[in-house]
């Protein structure tokens, strides 16, 4: 122990040191050889030295502040937890998460210069007899997480992209990097080329803010090279699913604080909880960033906040369909891969719909399922269709065709007091939608109508069909255009709302939806010219398109032969999969 003790000290003592004699200038063309000149002098001006890092292996608290102690440092206040160093940790050692104690001090140094630097120590706290000494020799031995670090000066976009791109022409090459949720900081680690002069093969960028868009690409190139970690983490996702719907299902969010930490024997006791393992399920959610730790217990964060029951936008139910029914049928998508066939049905013995429909907490789930995407309406009751039906002299009525429990249309006719609405649904679905019209105040100027797509009534004006459409197969489709068709008036607009497939393949949450509605319910998503050609077959047109968030799009048509064009947003809430 002592001898042990004697060592961490001695490699913290020399990374003080190492803090102390170098500086931003000095330091830069030493880890990325040939960096000099007028570049030197931009990239130190728009970044700078910052620390240096040691990961340590204290026993426990006491002998960390005795470390410390011993190298004149003063931890200021207590360890923080470390999100992105347990992460890689547990990869590299193939150990869950939650049994890594690693916690972040970081107390000040003052280098030869006179700035104010520090020490980031990383501390993994190595019980005797817990079996992790074996990792902390290998991390002795290994150094994978010693490296010096940069805070960016300016946290912009393209004066990160001009530091990594500059750091990647000296050899520095992705490592690695994570959004730390507990500090609000993005960190893009760097190896840096094996030509360097220093004993430091990693390098940091640090910058405040969430900067996960530009870490993905960073991310990808560094999963690239290290391919075997790329589909462990791709493994693992059925953990991350059951994680999400074990804390809904036990009412944990529910039960905890934004603001303040909670004890995990407090939270326990309130959602009737064994401590310890509740305790390790939290830990894994600080780790995909729905929880916080603080001094006082877990937390919720942004994205925790909208697993509450009551939260505005809630998404409890999503996590309940997508780790309950869904799961299942998911867990049998070969035999729709092998056969066509709907995975839902060969696990349930009927279709999705009549599923749902038959068992009255299911459909309501269901249902809510469906407005937690609520966020995709936002600009719908703006899109120009319904502002001109808004502004009739007649007035103007809008129907909504699968409408769901009314979430979309409810929003169309707060936003526009002087329309009128018809919601065409099932019976089920027609009575969780007038309760909603009631509680909102808009059920005197909304018809509501049971029925199929066959009853969908004549006379509108603005007729809409929200993920509707991608649950059925083209013959289908058409049939449903074709009774759309049939009642609208020559004057009348269809506001389709749909993810879409992108034409170049790029990232796309339709791409992961397509593979949703072929598993549960066979249905798919379709590319803008597809849908163009279904339209087309229901003597319809296709005038615009607008986009909407989480990548849906609100596709403007009207009767062939009245082809006019106004244009822009939409979407909408349907008898559809979520």
């Not at 839902?344 to 429909?357: I, L, M, Q, R, T």
């Not at 992961?512 to 066979?522: E, Q």
């Not at 609100?554 to 349907?574: G, M």
Request: glycine fraction near 10%; aromatic fraction near 6%; charged fraction near 25%.
């Amino acid at each position: 122990m002592i001898t042990t003790l004697s060592g961490e000290t001695s490699r913290l003592s020399a990374t003080v040191d190492f803090v102390q004699e170098h500086d931003t200038t000095t330091l830069l063309p030493l880890l990325l050889p040939g960096l000099d000149g007028p570049e030197l002098r931009s990239v130190a001006e728009q970044c700078r030295f910052s620390h240096a890092a040691l990961l340590v292996f204290p026993s426990d608290d006491r002998e960390l502040a005795a470390m410390l102690a011993d190298c004149g440092l003063a931890a200021g206040a207590p360890p923080r937890p470390s999100v992105v160093v347990r992460e890689r940790l547990a990869l590299r050692h193939r150990r869950p998460a939650a049994e890594l104690d690693v916690g972040i001090l970081r107390p000040r140094v003052t280098g030869g210069d006179g700035a104010r630097r520090t020490v980031e120590v990383f501390a993994l706290t190595v019980p005797p007899g817990s079996g992790l000494e074996a990792i902390a020799a290998a991390e002795r031995e290994g150094q994978h997480e010693a490296h010096v670090a940069f805070d960016v000066v300016a946290p912009d976009p393209l004066v990160l992209r001009g530091l990594c791109a500059s750091f990647a022409r000296y050899g520095a090459v992705p490592d690695g990097g994570g959004y730390n949720p507990h500090e609000n900081g993005t960190v893009f680690y760097f190896g840096t080329p094996a030509e360097g002069k220093t004993g430091y093969r990693r390098m940091e960028l640090y910058v405040p803010g969430d900067h996960r868009d530009l870490l993905a690409a960073h991310l990808d190139e560094y999963r690239a090279r290290h391919p075997a970690e790329t589909v462990l983490r791709l493994l693992t996702g059925a953990w991350t699913t059951q994680a999400l719907a074990t804390f809904v299902r036990l009412r944990v969010p529910d039960a905890m604080d934004g603001e303040r930490g909670t004890p995990t024997g407090e939270l326990a006791r309130r959602v009737g909880a064994r401590p310890e393992n509740l305790a390790t399920l939290l830990r894994y959610l600080v780790m995909l960033g729905a929880v916080a730790e603080d001094r006082d217990g877990f937390r919720l964060t942004g994205p925790g906040r909208l697993l509450r029951g009551d939260a505005p936008g809630s998404m409890r139910a999503l996590a309940l369909m997508y780790g309950g029914p869904f799961y299942r049928s998911f867990g049998e998508l070969g035999h729709t891969v092998r056969t066509g066939e709907p995975a839902f049905e060969h696990v349930y013995g009927e279709n999705h719909f009549d599923h749902f429909a038959r068992d009255p907490h299911l459909a309501d789930l269901f249902d809510q399922s469906m407005a937690a995407g609520s966020a995709m309406f936002d600009p719908v009751p703006a899109h120009p269709v319904l502002t001109a039906a808004a502004g009739s002299a007649a007035g103007a009525t809008v129907v909504d065709v699968a409408g769901g429990n009314g979430e979309l249309l409810g929003r169309v006719l707060a936003a526009h007091p002087r329309l009128r609405g018809i919601l065409l649904e099932r019976p089920h679905a027609v009575a969780a939608a007038r309760h909603r019209f009631e509680q909102a105040g808009h059920d005197t100027r909304c018809t509501f109508l049971t029925g199929d797509f066959a009853d969908v009534p004549a006379g509108g004006d603005v007729y809409v069909l929200s993920r509707v459409l991608h649950d059925w197969d083209d013959e289908r489709c058409r049939e449903i255009l074709r009774h759309c068709a049939r009642a609208m008036p020559a004057h009348a607009d269809l506001l389709v709302i749909e993810r879409v497939l992108p034409d170049d393949g790029s990232v796309s949450l339709a791409t992961a939806w397509d593979l949703h509605m072929m598993c549960n319910v066979g249905g798919r998503e379709r590319r803008f010219d597809h849908y163009a050609r279904l339209f087309a077959d229901a003597g319809l047109t296709l005038v615009d398109r607008s986009p909407l968030p989480l990548d849906g799009y609100v596709l403007h048509v009207r009767k062939a032969q009245a082809v006019a064009a106004p244009a822009t947003t939409s979407s909408s809430a349907p008898l559809g999969c979520p």
